[in-house]
T-cell receptor, first 113, second 112 residues
Framework: DAGVIQSPRHEVTEMGQEVTLRCKPISGHDYLFWYRQTMMRGLELLIYFNNNVPIDDSGMPEDRFSAKMPNASFSTLKIQPSEPRDSAVYFCASTDRGETEAFFGQGTRLTVV | GENVEQHPSTLSVQEGDSAVIKCTYSDSASNYFPWYKQELGKGPQLIID?????GEKKDQRIAVTLNKTAKHFSLHITETQPEDSAVYFCAASPGGSYIPTFGRGTSLIVHP
């Protein structure tokens, strides 16, 4: 398996624009996590899915953030409208069950200007 | 919820020295403690993990210890090499939860 695949790797957008980040988890993994990494706050869990169903989205900072998982092989994190303070590296991770290794993608570096 | 504290935030050592990173957690129900290494421009990658029924685990130059009574666990790297330079994260998962809570990370710098 190629691992967790995220796209794009880098995204630069203007404030107010919509941004969509994409993730393909490892085949067979039932859990998918979206994290945001910043210098100030470290790795923050935004939302996680189990079998394509959102289980806990309490980490989503605002209503501007939304995430979907239409099928077992694809998830999106959308920010609309984007703001400069959303600039961060966003990671997607997947695992096949709890209390085991989480496999991370390479991340998407988002810059909102 | 779980809270994980990690220290130090930055650690600078000479090649060949040992490095120790310490973490504490708050939820006594946590029973899975992974450590991740993040190299520049990459996502975190698991390097070692320990479960609550084990006090210590080793893998070549890396070892992790767990003290459940005190709710702390540590990562030990011996004979450090420049390629060990990276950011290291500890995490804790409460039993029955599938959400690992991460520490803030330690930037390890190994000087040749």
């Amino acid at each position: 398996d190629a691992g967790v695949i995220q796209s794009p790797r880098h995204e630069v957008t203007e404030m107010g624009q919509e941004v969509t980040l994409r993730c393909k988890p490892i085949s067979g993994h039932d859990y998918l996590f979206w994290y945001r990494q910043t210098m100030m706050r470290g790795l923050e869990l935004l939302i996680y899915f189990n079998n394509n169903v959102p289980i806990d989205d309490s980490g989503m900072p605002e209503d501007r953030f939304s995430a979907k998982m239409p099928n077992a092989s694809f998830s999106t994190l959308k920010i609309q409208p984007s703001e400069p303070r959303d600039s961060a590296v966003y990671f997607c991770a997947s695992t096949d069950r709890g209390e085991t290794e989480a496999f991370f993608g390479q991340g998407t570096r988002l810059t909102v200007v | 919820g779980e809270n994980v504290e990690q220290h130090p935030s930055t650690l600078s050592v000479q090649e060949g020295d040992s490095a120790v990173i310490k973490c504490t957690y708050s939820d006594s129900a946590s029973n899975y403690f992974p450590w991740y290494k993040q190299e520049l421009g990459k996502g975190p990658q698991l390097i070692i993990d320990i479960r609550s029924n084990v006090g210590e685990k080793k893998d070549q130059r890396i070892a992790v210890t767990l003290n459940k009574t005190a709710k702390h666990f540590s990562l030990h790297i011996t004979e450090t090499q420049p390629e060990d330079s990276a950011v290291y994260f500890c995490a804790a998962s409460p039993g029955g939860s599938y959400i690992p809570t991460f520490g803030r990370g330690t930037s390890l710098i190994v000087h040749p």
